[in-house]
């Protein structure tokens, strides 16, 4: 699995007596030899370099040497703080690439993300902080103590967040949504301030509640635009956003992805729109809005189709 299966090796059958063979074959032959017995040995010659890219040492050196004294200037400037955005960037174009069912985009994009794992753990080892084995040991205890039922080392019967709590110090003036993050997507942060709260009962009893409340927060949205107030329409229509996160965690659909899915959707139907348009001929500007829409049918059909 380690190496390419030309990767040559060799056979040795009864080494220094007179019925000695040498057999020279490529690694992916080695299991279809039928004369191995206690006298054989095979031997695998080191790998060069080159063959091993795909190991987790040879990242962890390539990061390093960027990060040394003859690197790469940018690798070295870089902070926790300076490397944030590319942070965000890599996780959105992950998200992408799994929204388009895209494998060898998603290997590629999964290469960013954990690029970005190494540039800090290089950085926290650089200043003596920490090191990437400090943050594998960390991932690696927190998933065995949080399953279980999987590896018996504590209670099966306690929850998730029992779990999570045993983790840390108990921190008496610590609040219930102190570990939400607040500065992600506002859509998603809605949809786990809700998530969080409804654990300790604080939540509608009913879906149809949720969704009269709906319809309280779309009047007072209605009432603020009668009364040109820009100030309560952005409060009223952020209650609304607010109210709809609790409706999809209701119906367990995570916001952020499904509004992201609607996202490309728009974008796919309205190219097809657009390459529809180029074909009679036509600028968009050009187009009736009822001529857009007739293209806009059409892109769906052939969306389904």
Known sequence: ?????????????????????????????LDRIIMF????SVYVPPAP?????????SLRTVIRTLRGENGCPWDRKQTHESLREYAIEEVYELIDAINQEDDEAIIEELGDVLLQVLLHSQIGEDHGYFTIDDVIKGIYDK???????????????????????????????????????MTGPSLQTAYQLQKKTAKVGFDWDRVDDIWE?????????????????????????GDILFVLANIAKYYK??????????NHK????????????????????????????????????????
């Open 49 to 57: 370099d080159e063959l091993l890219t795909h190991e987790f040492v």
């Open 143 to 181: 998933m065995v103590h949080r399953h279980p039922h999987v590896f018996g080392q504590s209670d099966p019967d306690k929850s998730w967040d029992e779990l999570k709590r045993e983790e840390k110090p108990v921190d008496h003036e610590a609040l219930l949504l102190d570990d939400v993050i």
């Open 37 to 40: 017995s206690n006298l054989t």
């Open 266 to 305: 728009f974008v796919s139907r309205f190219n097809e729109v657009e390459r529809q348009a180029d074909i009679l001929g036509s600028k968009l500007s050009d187009l009736s809005l009822a001529e857009l829409d007739a293209l806009w049918d059409i892109a769906k059909q052939r969306e389904r189709e």
């Open 213 to 237: 409340k709906f319809s309280e927060e779309k009047t007072e949205f209605q009432e603020a635009v009668q009364q040109n107030d820009s100030f309560e329409m952005e409060n009223e229509f």
């Open 253 to 262: 659909v995570n916001p952020e992805v499904a509004l992201a899915k609607a």
């Open 1 to 29: 699995e380690d190496l390419p299966p030309s990767y040559e090796v060799t056979v040795v059958e009864a080494a220094g007596s007179k019925d000695e063979r040498i057999l020279h074959v490529p690694l992916e032959e």
